[in-house]
């Protein structure tokens, strides 16, 4: 059975940061492409910032320069460190694995609420 659990959100103060850490099981990780999306109430999921199972990252432009995105392998790991937050990155996160080979794998985690105060 595939699990992925995110941890690591919380309530920061504008400015601060946070580091949100998504552990797997049940997939061979390092096939995967892994990421990180965000939601709020009413707006559609988006993606913040993928890791190809080669280690190639890439960011969604209002994150850039303040997000890191790393995997660890050996742990079934992946991580998005979050620096200098603003108010309008607060919403659930979601990590995400995804495998494209004779079909499409792809595992979602239930999130973990991010919120940042003024």
């Known amino acids: 059975q595939v699990q992925v659990v995110e941890s690591g959100g919380g309530l920061v103060q504008f400015g601060g940061s946070l580091r949100l850490s998504c552990t797997t099981s049940?997939?061979?990780?390092?096939?995967?492409?892994m990421a990180w999306y965000r939601q709020t109430p009413g707006e559609m999921r988006e993606v913040v910032a993928t890791?190809?199972?080669?280690?190639?990252?890439n960011y969604v432009d209002s994150v850039k320069g303040r997000f890191t995105i790393s995997r660890v392998n050996a742990e079934n790991t992946i991580f998005l460190q979050m620096n200098n937050l603003k108010p309008e990155d607060t919403a659930m996160y979601y990590c995400?694995?995804?495998?494209?080979?004779?079909?499409?794998?792809?595992?979602w985690g239930r999130g973990t609420q991010v919120t940042v105060s003024t």
């Open positions: 890791i190809t199972s080669d280690g190639v990252t």
């Open positions: 995400n694995a995804r495998l494209i080979s004779d079909r499409t794998y792809n595992y």
């Open positions: 049940g997939i061979i990780f390092s096939d995967y492409r």
